[in-house]
């Protein structure tokens, strides 16, 4: 009604926003009756809030509204795609509003999940360091990223329409007036070959390598890797290299070294570490120790205050630190610790 009592309710209100037994429990009562007493409850329970907003805007305008809320219903969020609109008695004059009201919480994920996609989908596109084109059924061009571009040096807007071949200056492409896929080497052109394979059967073709005579490069024939396999396979070289250097260090040299969580998990040690601590290997250490640091200091409460030294600190953190051995005996070790950093820079 005009003053916000429930003066009709179907029962899906009840069980789903009011939180009572009936529709005859919902008569005469607010939203902010069912709301105040889930809270009292301990839930956080929050609607009605816009509705009363859009219930004086509905009386104002003497207009229906459509609109959607967020609401909390005992510690769930739900969004609803409500109506509401004027209810007048047989006189004309009116006596509050009527309104409907629907679920569409995982539409809205769904939605929300959809647009997550499409953006990550299209910075891959045009961030991708290998040349990328969207073809339609004809083989000709929808959109082409950043590489693709560069290699046909063409812009977004020349580029759409054209089929592969003209797109990136195949000179092949002018073998023939109907252009790319009709000259006398087409037939054999591998690249023309998996598009339309892909097209016809759905399949994908991965690391296919394709020599393409361009027009915009001065030699007679070019090979152009849209992915530079041999970089890769010396990146992957080098790192394999770099990582065995890093073990041998690692396990090799004099100092006791670790990497460990900032909440005082030992994630590895090496042999000078574990024998530092009367430990025959890193293993025994880890096993003993149930992978927590803590066990290691002489006084365990000492070890908050120098991770939030390490935590506040953009560079290498040194101190030096009482330590507890297997035996129980101590010793003082000079503790040098820097941050490993994750994603955004969030230390690890």
Same mark, same amino acid.
């Given at each position: 009604?005009?003053?916000?009592?429930?003066?009709?309710?179907?029962?899906?209100?009840?069980?789903?926003?009011?939180?009572?037994?009936?529709?005859?429990?919902?008569?005469?009562?607010?939203?902010?009756?069912?709301?105040?007493?889930?809270?009292?409850?301990?839930?956080?329970?929050?609607?009605? @809030?816009?509705? *009363?907003?859009?219930?004086?805007?509905?009386?104002?305008?003497?207009?229906?509204?459509?609109?959607?809320?967020?609401?909390?219903?005992?510690?769930?969020?739900?969004? #609803?795609?409500?109506?509401?609109?004027?209810?007048?008695?047989?006189?004309?004059?009116?006596?509050?509003?009527?309104?409907?009201?629907?679920?569409?919480?995982?539409?809205?994920?769904?939605?929300?999940? $959809?647009?997550?996609?499409?953006?990550?989908?299209? *910075?891959?596109?045009?961030?991708?360091?290998?040349?990328?084109? #969207?073809?339609?059924?004809?083989?000709?061009?929808?959109? @082409?990223?950043?590489?693709?571009?560069?290699?046909?040096?063409?812009?977004?807007?020349?580029?759409?329409?054209?089929?592969?071949?003209? *797109?990136?200056?195949?000179?092949?492409?002018?073998?023939?007036?109907?252009?790319?896929?009709?000259?006398?080497?087409?037939?054999?052109?591998?690249?023309? @070959?998996?598009?339309?394979?892909?097209?016809?059967?759905?399949?994908?073709?991965?690391?296919?390598?394709?020599?393409?005579?361009?027009?915009?490069?001065?030699?007679?024939? @070019?090979?152009?890797?849209?992915?530079?396999?041999?970089?890769?396979?010396?990146?992957?070289?080098?790192?394999?290299?770099?990582?065995?250097?890093?073990?041998?260090?690692?396990?090799?040299?004099?100092?006791?070294?670790?990497?460990?969580?900032?909440?005082?998990? #030992?994630?590895?040690?090496?042999?000078?570490?574990?024998?530092?601590?009367?430990?025959?290997?890193?293993?025994?250490?880890?096993?003993?120790?149930?992978?927590?640091?803590?066990?290691?200091? *002489?006084?365990?409460?000492?070890?908050?205050?120098?991770?939030?030294?390490?935590?506040?600190?953009?560079?290498?953190?040194?101190?030096?630190?009482?330590?507890?051995?297997?035996?129980?005996?101590?010793?003082?070790?000079?503790?040098?610790?820097?941050?490993?950093?994750?994603?955004?820079?969030?230390? $690890?």
């Amino acid at each position: 009604d005009l003053n916000g009592r429930y003066i009709l309710a179907n029962q899906a209100i009840c069980d789903k926003l009011l939180m009572c037994s009936s529709p005859d429990a919902a008569m005469g009562k607010t939203d902010g009756f069912f709301a105040g007493r889930e809270r009292a409850a301990g839930y956080r329970h929050a609607f009605g @809030a816009k509705w *009363a907003d859009t219930d004086a805007a509905v009386r104002k305008s003497n207009a229906a509204l459509r609109y959607v809320e967020e609401v909390w219903v005992r510690d769930r969020a739900i969004v #609803l795609d409500v109506h509401q609109a004027p209810f007048f008695n047989e006189k004309g004059e009116m006596i509050g509003t009527v309104g409907c009201a629907r679920d569409v919480t995982r539409e809205k994920e769904i939605e929300t999940a $959809l647009r997550k996609s499409q953006s990550e989908l299209a *910075a891959v596109f045009e961030n991708a360091p290998v040349a990328i084109v #969207l073809v339609d059924a004809q083989t000709r061009v929808c959109r @082409a990223n950043r590489v693709a571009l560069a290699i046909s040096g063409r812009c977004q807007e020349e580029i759409i329409g054209l089929t592969g071949g003209e *797109a990136l200056g195949c000179r092949n492409a002018q073998d023939d007036p109907r252009g790319c896929g009709y000259g006398p080497n087409c037939e054999t052109c591998s690249v023309r @070959a998996i598009v339309e394979d892909t097209l016809h059967t759905g399949q994908a073709h991965h690391e296919v390598e394709a020599a393409l005579p361009l027009g915009n490069l001065k030699s007679e024939m @070019a090979v152009v890797c849209l992915q530079d396999i041999t970089q890769r396979k010396k990146a992957q070289e080098a790192l394999k290299e770099s990582e065995e250097r890093y073990r041998r260090m690692f396990e090799d040299t004099v100092l006791g070294l670790f990497q460990g969580t900032v909440d005082g998990e #030992l994630l590895t040690v090496n042999p000078a570490f574990a024998r530092m601590f009367g430990y025959d290997t890193p293993e025994d250490l880890l096993s003993s120790l149930g992978s927590s640091a803590l066990e290691l200091y *002489a006084n365990p409460a000492d070890r908050p205050a120098k991770i939030q030294l390490v935590l506040a600190s953009e560079n290498p953190t040194e101190t030096e630190i009482h330590y507890r051995q297997k035996d129980g005996s101590t010793f003082w070790g000079q503790f040098r610790v820097w941050k490993v950093r994750g994603e955004k820079g969030r230390p $690890l």
